[in-house]
């Protein structure tokens, strides 16, 4: 259930780059050094924008060293995590200030998803104050994620307020902006584990009320929560915090966890009161589009408060990519060998509507869609002017193995491979599959981001195409 919640506000995906560095200015650093080391990467990421943003990754040399060395444009915290960890909290700290050298030694844990430890070299106070807050946080939110752990929860979360009321008076330093942003990152992290708990420790969704009312009153705050200040950006959570005070709200509006999760991008948009946190969240929102025509209608009425919050070139980024995709535009011509060795671009089926299917063997997802397409192939099998295309993304090392599949399967349409990171897959900037796509008798694009065939929206698009061709032939 925690997944598909999160899906409610997809997460902030921006690459951060590090700057060149300016005349005069220095390098933030952080020096590591991994003790006992099995080969794990270290991976660096800095809190921006409500969620941890990576800064990349390095691996230890010979000598077991690796460093970050980037140019910061203000304090930030910063967490040191290992490859391949995939945790919802994170532990090992730091805080950053413009042109500092940290040193770092880590100690990995090889049983464990993070690393054992890290001991930082002379700790400044802020860097202190969030250890200590954060450990506190992370024992409370592993309760909140375990149903069977609900009852723990929520004698923690009172035990937790407290102490969280005393940390914000207590932790102080002479960092004035640090200390404000300590608090925002508390209260951001105190509302965030209380909308969390709604979903994730037994509370069910279903189509009438939450089951379990004798906890109601926990909850109750959260109806009226106004998402009217930027303190949430504050908070490597502060985004899923808004994903799940969303979801309770919308879910407290319709009664039903199919309508909540049914709920527009425009009607979420709604509730957020701050310009700033609702360009952040247009912006998370618009990572996650595939077509030029939902950019248009969702993202481009907000271009002004998006620009004003600094994220302008991301969204002229968006904008020009999705552009090239638009309904109309030229489909990309690609060149591809099928699993008879013979040679086809997509120029070899003008004047025929072309429906394509990107797939791959080990994406099941993928193959309960190969039958619908296989049907949906079939109703057309009379008509002359459309073809159905199958292109596998296994790889052309993959070439012999992926021959036997199509054979094993009876796959009777023309299926082409391809690279993963190449051909369609690139020029479209695909990021996952199945995906689908139709172009029209001339080779231009109509969607490259169709529904998929057990949908019957697929079948709608096709025969509007087929219409609209022979309209304009017959014209």
Known sequence: MIRKILQIV??????VVFNAYAAGSKPTEVNCQVHNNKG??????????????????????????CKFSFQADGDAIYFLRKGGAHLFEFTHVIYLHPGDKQKVDIYPNNQGSDFDSIKIANPNKETASLKKWISI???SYKLAQNRNQRDQFFDAYKELLATADKIKKTSTTGNKYF????????NTEVLFLKAAAFFNCGERMNAGYDTAASRQWFYE???KQNIDKTDLLQSEHGLEMLNYLLGYQFFQQYKSGEEML?????EKIKKIDNDTVR????????????????????????KQIIDNAGLQDYYQKKCNELSAYAKGKPAYNFSLYDNNDKHYSLSDFKGKVVVLDIWAMWCAPCLAEKPNFKKLEEEY????????????VDGLSRKDPWKGFVAKKGYTNIELLSNFDESIMKYYNIGGIPRFMVFDKEGKIVSVDAPRPSNSALKELIEETLKKNDHAISN
């Open 279 to 302: 360009a952040v969240y247009a912006t998370a929102h618009m990572g996650q589009l595939t077509n030029y025509e939902q950019f248009v209608a969702e993202i481009q009425p907000f």
């Open 137 to 139: 946080f992370n024992q």
């Open 40 to 65: 794990s990467a270290v991976f660096l990421y800095r809190v921006k924008n409500g969620q941890a943003m990576s800064l990349g990754f390095k691996r230890p040399d010979a000598k077991n060293n």
């Open 221 to 223: 705050t959260l109806k």
């Open 262 to 266: 049914g709920a527009s991008f425009l």
């Open 179 to 186: 200390n404000n942003l300590l608090i925002d990152k508390i």
């Open 381 to 392: 099998k009379d008509q002359k002017d459309i073809v159905f295309l199958g292109v596998s």
């Open 10 to 15: 997809p997460l902030l995906i921006i690459p």
